[in-house]
């Protein structure tokens, strides 16, 4: 230590000796934590009294330097106002009192707490201030934002991956069409409806006609067109309250909620014709289907689920036998 230093030395030692009792009620007050800036100015000039090493540090200073200044001998004269506003608040308190502070420190945006308590030396009366960084907890509480942000997204797409993966067995993927598990549920439940509001749904059976020469030529690939080609047209004529499904790799089954057996007629004489024209491309070659339809009515050709799937079938076999590319009807029941 070089002479020059040792008056400072001197006077810091007895200032801390002077401000121990302010100090040591600060301590059971406050408690120093480790890292947190601590001042005592006097309450009547805003004057440093004392500064710990981290205050000294944060100000860039010797702490003999600073003590004695004010904030607006030393810091940006607009932070100061700031801070001397602040403490103006405390001490008219008259009690503990936290806050915080942001403001650009040193070219970066810096956030602190603050926690300011007036105590008496004497007749004197001096602020104590400690200040903790919130910039680690801001940081750890960015982390945990963004931690919960992905697992948030994380579980949407478990969400979603599962509802895709439900759809999917319900789907046949060939068509997109229900599969047959799924329209059997659904048949059930429209029958428990219909039975107990006295309504009526229809039920058809359908079957593609043998091929043609050019189509069987290609084989599976061509059955793979068609299928592919029968669920759109299913899709595009069928009602979200409806269902479809392919029964297996030639007949199809549509069921029609809410339909009598002249409407489901119709409906699927329009369905019959769009196969009719509908051209599957294979290699540059074009090549045509058609189909033959059974339908059947609840209440009107049958009363139970079994016997609704027996009519449409027999209608199904009428059609196949007019040649094909026909819609036929269940005959429909008198008496009981």
Request: proline residues 3%; contains cysteine; negative net charge.
């Amino acid at each position: 230590m070089s002479p020059d230093d040792a008056p400072d030395d001197a006077q810091a030692g007895d200032l801390a000796a002077e401000l121990a009792p302010a100090l040591a009620e600060l301590a059971r007050g406050l408690g120093e934590r480790a890292g947190c800036m601590l001042a005592v100015k006097d309450a009547a000039d805003g004057r440093y009294r004392y500064v710990n090493d981290a205050m000294a540090a944060f100000l860039g200073r010797p702490a003999v330097a600073i003590v004695g200044s004010s904030d607006a001998e030393l810091i940006d004269p607009a932070i100061a106002t700031l801070l001397r506003t602040a403490e103006q608040t405390a001490l008219a308190m008259g009690r503990p009192l936290a806050s915080e502070h942001r403001f650009d420190w040193r070219g970066e945006r810096r956030e602190w707490s603050v926690l300011r308590t007036s105590v008496h030396d004497g007749p004197r009366r001096l602020l104590c201030s400690l200040w903790e960084d919130l910039g680690p907890q801001r940081q750890r509480e960015a982390q945990l934002k963004a931690a919960l942000e992905q697992l948030e997204q994380e579980q949407k797409a478990n969400a979603t991956l599962r509802r895709e993966g439900g759809e999917q067995r319900l789907r046949d993927v060939a068509t997109g069409l229900a599969t047959r598990a799924h329209f059997d549920d659904q048949m059930r439940r429209e029958l428990d409806l219909s039975t107990r509001e006295h309504r009526e749904f229809a039920l058809v059976h359908m079957e593609l006609d043998p091929l043609t020469e050019r189509a069987a030529a290609f084989g599976d690939r061509a059955t793979e067109r068609i299928h592919e080609a029968m669920g759109r047209l299913l899709r595009g004529n069928t009602r979200a309250m409806d269902a479809s499904c392919r029964v297996d790799e030639r007949r199809f089954a549509v069921l029609l909620s809410g339909v009598g057996l002249a409407t489901a007629h119709s409906r699927m004489e329009g369905l019959r014709r769009q196969c009719a024209t509908q051209l599957v491309v294979i290699d540059g070659q074009e090549f045509g289907f058609t189909i033959s339809m059974g339908v059947a009515s609840y209440p009107h050709t049958a009363h139970t689920q079994d016997e609704v799937m027996a009519a449409c079938d027999a209608a199904l076999l009428e059609a196949r036998k007019r040649g094909g590319n026909n819609v036929a009807l269940a005959a429909i029941r008198f008496g009981t």
